[in-house]
């Protein structure tokens, strides 16, 4: 028989399941607010779209409205992004979109950019749809291509 409580802990949120109270980061000994603080959703979705928009242009610029309108070149925005990221984020630590809302990736452990290998990664996962489907899960609110690179998203 299902009761209230049961119904009531989706509601409340990740913390009713997990026991975890705080704010997201405390458990990443991160401060609440200010440098260093994990970035919000909606900053982080906001850089996003920035940089989709400059992969957009990019595509266009390099490859012409005929490419893109075909099926196989609606990728090559994609692959604009990923490559981006893989580069940028894997060696300066953030992506344009990124750089202009304040925040950076970096390293859960150590600080600092992430490096190549798990900017790979983490691209990937992040042109592959997947992290918004995941950031609920973590009461950090990390995707699952910061969880799986070791990676936290802060503001600068």
């Known amino acids: 028989m299902v009761d209230r409580r049961d119904v009531g802990s989706w509601l ?4 009713a399941v997990t026991g975890v109270t705080g704010y ?40 012409g409205t005929q490419t893109l309108e075909h099926p196989a070149g609606s990728l090559i925005p994609v692959a604009v992004l990923l490559v981006e990221n893989i580069l940028l984020v894997g060696t300066a630590g953030f992506t344009v979109g990124q750089r202009v809302l304040g925040v950076h990736v970096e390293r859960v452990v150590g600080g600092g950019p992430i490096g190549l290998l798990r900017g790979v990664v983490r691209a990937v996962l992040l042109v592959l749809v997947i992290p918004p489907l995941t950031m609920g899960w973590d009461v950090d609110r990390r995707g699952l291509h910061d969880l799986i690179s070791g990676s936290v998203v802060a503001r600068n």
């Open 24 to 63: 997201p980061g405390e458990r990443l000994e991160r401060p609440e607010t200010g440098p260093g603080s994990l970035a919000r959703p909606g900053r982080r979705f906001a850089s996003v779209l920035i940089d989709w928009i400059i992969c957009l242009v990019i595509a266009r610029g390099f490859f």
């Open 12 to 15: 409340a949120g990740p913390e």
